[in-house]
């Protein structure tokens, strides 16, 4: 993401990155590995690396200098907790750029990326802090911004019944992905979405039980997987390395259901089904190393919206929900899971959408526009 801020990679251009308005001008890094390439990538763009996040913020001047803040908690050494989840410090740094924009009486635009944090009181004092003070804040994975292949029809968005979406690699870090893409999806039905009333957690051979005798699953689970010429019927089981199944009973009476089949793809599908019966279902694709991941390029022209208009680019509701319902997962997942449906009264959030959930990346080059 920070890498092509200023010096896009090649084919950024179709995924709607510029540079535009916005340019990098300061970097805080916390940790330096001895794989670390952040100064190499400061030196090539122009971006001093201050020791703190208060300098990074005033670039030294004792007061903020900068337009916006980009949070990225992520990929450092950092310990575990009983439940396997990494304990990033998104809530420790968000806390110190808050100090900091206090002291200076300025109210930038945030964006966090990915999940707000680990500890679910935190996440919500995170939204709140930013309400408190009208503080446009952004965030979430990159996940929704990449190609939906194929494009799923608006007439099964605008209906749907039960959904269920496939991820990889592992539960908690990619099952944030699998969660929020989800929703960007879901959150298209009339009424947006309407928060979650209930979860439930399988684990092992119990979320293929649950594939072979609840109604209408393996249709979608079959039908996911078609979506990259895969048939599950011919994939070994000693295939899968973990699976874990987790369903959501949100609010409105629609069924989300996540599949970790970790071993057997890498990549993330969704199924849908309408009310009407019709499945529809789609890979997402977000470029790979050959484009240097160029979702991501979508991602920086989001953020770079929000620095120039003051507005946030999705709601963060949707990421606020994703990230408390993930961590009621992992509660449950540690705890060995089971097969009745858990109360979820804390996960009573609905919103409305803010943008679409996929953008095409051929309509970008064919209007010439940005993706957002």
Sequence with gaps: MLSRWNIPRPGDGEWGWGPGEVRAVSLYVAQHPENDISQPVADAQGV???PTIEAALTLGTGSVAVDGVALIAEHGDFPDDERGVKLYPRKEMFDEIIRVLDASGRRIPIFCDKGLSWNRAWAVE?????RARAIPFFAGSSGPYGDCVPAIPARVLAAPEEALSVFFAGEEIYGFHSIEGSLSYLEQRPGGETGIRSLRVLRDEAAFEALRVEPGLYE???????AMDLDPATIPRENYQRTLLFTFEHEDGLRSHHFHADGVLKRFLTAIRSKGGEIAAARSSGGGPETHYAHFATLNRMIERMVATGKPSAPIERTLLSTLALSLVMDLHHAGGGPDFV???ELAISYQPMTR???SRSAVVAEGNPRV
Excluded at 126 to 130: D, G, N, T, Y
Excluded at 220 to 226: D, E, I, T
Aim: with cysteine.
């Design 126 to 130: 995170m939204v709140e802090a930013c």
């Design 357 to 359: 959930p996929r953008y």
């Design 343 to 345: 109360p979820t009264p």
């Design 220 to 226: 979608l689970y079959r039908s996911a997987l078609a």
């Design 48 to 50: 001093t690396i201050y």
